[in-house]
């Protein structure tokens, strides 16, 4: 069992850029794919990222940058130049595959409430 803790959301005003880190507790973390989601308040969650082991990465919106450091057992979002419509609580989750379906990530951290201004 790994487990994910967030750290690092707030309120920020629209443009401005936040930096989002997930800290894993298990040893085997850099065998884990590494995904980020979030959840609007009324939507479903949602896609934004994910990392493979060896730091190949995926992110559908330019925006938004994964990356991750094994040593620290740490994943990091970074977002920049944010919307209003960013606003949503934003998960980190360790799946053993490296996918962007949330049915294949095991192991999900609390959340981190991520609030944009306009």
């Known amino acids: 069992q790994v487990q994910l803790v967030e750290s690092g959301g707030g309120l920020v005003q629209a443009g401005g850029s936040l930096r989002l880190s997930c800290s894993a507790s298990?040893?085997?973390?850099?065998?884990?794919?590494m995904g980020w989601f979030r959840q609007a308040p009324g939507k479903e969650r949602e896609f934004v990222a994910v990392?493979?082991?060896?730091s190949g990465t995926y992110a559908p919106d330019s925006r938004f940058t994964v990356s991750r450091d094994n040593a620290k057992n740490t994943v990091y979002l970074q977002l920049n130049s944010l919307k209003p419509e960013d606003t949503a609580v934003y998960y980190c989750?360790?799946?053993?595959?490296?996918?962007?379906?949330?049915?294949?990530?095991?192991?999900w951290g609390q959340g981190t409430q991520v609030t944009v201004s306009s």
């Open positions: 989750a360790a799946s053993p595959v490296v996918t962007t379906n949330e049915g294949q990530y095991f192991s």
């Open positions: 990392i493979s082991p060896s």
């Open positions: 298990a040893r085997a973390f850099s065998n884990y794919a």
